[in-house]
C-alpha cells in the first residue's frame, strides 16, 4: 500500500509570496495518477492538478504542479487571500494527510 | 452547470444501516467512473469506493469491504451507497465526486457531502 507524506504541515506565509507544498510517496508512483485538491472550511474539496502537472479548469496559471517518481510539488507562485486553504495530493486512492497554508 | 448532490445521511445506530444517494446533473452520467470519499470532522479525505461507468467494476477501501455497496441507476442518474454495520468510526461527511480520467480517481467534481454519525 502506498503512503503519501506531506511536508509541511501547515505553512505559514503572506500574501504575495511563494507557497511550495512537497508530497513524498513510499514508493514510485505513476505521474498519471497524482492530483492536488484545495480544501476550504466547510467546503468540499476542489481539484487544482491532475496528471501531476495538469490544471484543471478553471485554476489560474499561478498553481502549478511537478514531480515524478516519489517526489511532487505543488506550487503556488503568489498567494492571493483566497488561496489560504487546505492542500492535500492523492494517487490513485490514496490521499496525503494535507498540508494547512496558513497567514502568516 | 456540472452539478453533483448528496442525500441520505444522518445519524444512526452501530450496526445499523443507512444508503446515500447522489444525484448528478449537467454532463452524462453514464460517460463517469464515480467515486465516494469521505472525511471525518477536523481529519483528512479517504476514499471510500468507486464504480465504472458502466458499474461492471466496483473497488472499495479495505476498511468498508463486506458492509458498504456502491451501485449507480445511469438511467436516474443517481450513484448509491448502501452502508451496512456501520460503526462509529464511519462517522463522517460523505461526497460523491466524479472521476475525470475513469479508474484514476482524479475527481473534477465534488458533492456538498452528507453527514452520516454513527452513535448510540
Known amino acids: 500500500e502506498i503512503v503519501l507524506t506531506q511536508s509541511p504541515g501547515t505553512l505559514s506565509l503572506s500574501p504575495g509570496e511563494r507557497a511550495t507544498l512537497s508530497c513524498r510517496a513510499s514508493q514510485s508512483v505513476s505521474s498519471h495518477s497524482l492530483a492536488w485538491y484545495q480544501q476550504k472550511p466547510g467546503q468540499a474539496p476542489r481539484l487544482l492538478i491532475y496528471g501531476a502537472s495538469s490544471r484543471a479548469i478553471g485554476i489560474p496559471d499561478r498553481f502549478s504542479g511537478s514531480g515524478s517518481g516519489t517526489d511532487f510539488t505543488l506550487t503556488i507562485r503568489r498567494l492571493e487571500p483566497e488561496d489560504f486553504a487546505v492542500y492535500y495530493c492523492q494517487q490513485s486512492t490514496t490521499f496525503g494527510q494535507g498540508t494547512k497554508v496558513e497567514i502568516k | 452547470e456540472v452539478q453533483l448532490v448528496e442525500s441520505g445521511g444522518g445519524l444512526v445506530q452501530p450496526g445499523g444501516s443507512l444508503t446515500l444517494s447522489c444525484g448528478a446533473s449537467?454532463?452524462?452520467?453514464?460517460?463517469?467512473?464515480m467515486s465516494w470519499v469521505r472525511q471525518a470532522t477536523g481529519k483528512g479525505l479517504e476514499w471510500v469506493a468507486h464504480?465504472?461507468?458502466?458499474?461492471?467494476?466496483?473497488s472499495y477501501v479495505e476498511s468498508v469491504k463486506g458492509r458498504f455497496t456502491i451501485s449507480r441507476d445511469n438511467a436516474k442518474n443517481s450513484l448509491y451507497l448502501q452502508m451496512n454495520s456501520l460503526r462509529a468510526e464511519d462517522t463522517a461527511v460523505y461526497y460523491c465526486?466524479?472521476?475525470?480520467?475513469?479508474?484514476?480517481?482524479?475527481?473534477?467534481?465534488w458533492g456538498q457531502g452528507t453527514l452520516v454519525t454513527v452513535s448510540s
Open positions: 464504480i465504472k461507468d458502466d458499474g461492471s467494476v466496483k
Open positions: 449537467g454532463f452524462t452520467f453514464s460517460n463517469f467512473w
Open positions: 465526486a466524479r472521476e475525470i480520467v475513469g479508474g484514476l480517481v482524479d475527481l473534477d467534481c
